[in-house]
């Protein structure tokens, strides 16, 4: 879910999802994912649904929630979902990681400060 209001429909969420399921993919050899979402979420239905391929799994009254799933059976699948992401796998690369953690900083921050003296 992206909280922020002012950051959302922008395809964000979407990006999150599919980056998440490449990296289980390639990484953790996952091929079946389920995303459970509150019935009113009409949003994040919308995107599993249309966007993303879900399909639906079960209602859970109880929980008031929708069960969906989808599942990569073949490599041609799995490949397919990889070039649409644009996703791609490398080697960890420390350099570049505390390139990005500096970029992020919030600037005027204790932290910040501390960080530059280094």
């Known amino acids: 879910m992206v909280a922020e209001r002012a950051f959302r429909r922008q395809g964000f969420g979407e990006e999150a999802v599919r980056l998440l399921i490449s990296y289980a993919i390639d990484k953790l050899g996952a091929s ?12 994040s239905i919308r995107l599993f649904r249309e966007k993303l391929g879900f399909t639906l799994l079960k209602e859970v009254p109880v929980f008031k929630e929708l069960h969906f799933v989808k599942c990569f059976t073949s490599a041609a699948e799995r490949v397919a979902w990889r070039c649409a992401v644009a996703y791609a796998v490398s080697e960890y690369d420390a ?21 530059e003296a280094e």
């Not at 079946?32 to 949003?43: M, P």
């Not at 990681?97 to 600037?107: D, G, N, S, T």
């Open 32 to 43: 079946c994912f389920i995303a459970k979402i509150l019935n009113t979420n009409t949003s």
């Open 95 to 115: 350099t570049t990681e505390e390139a990005i953690r500096i970029l992020h900083f919030v600037p005027d921050t204790a932290e910040c400060r501390r960080y």
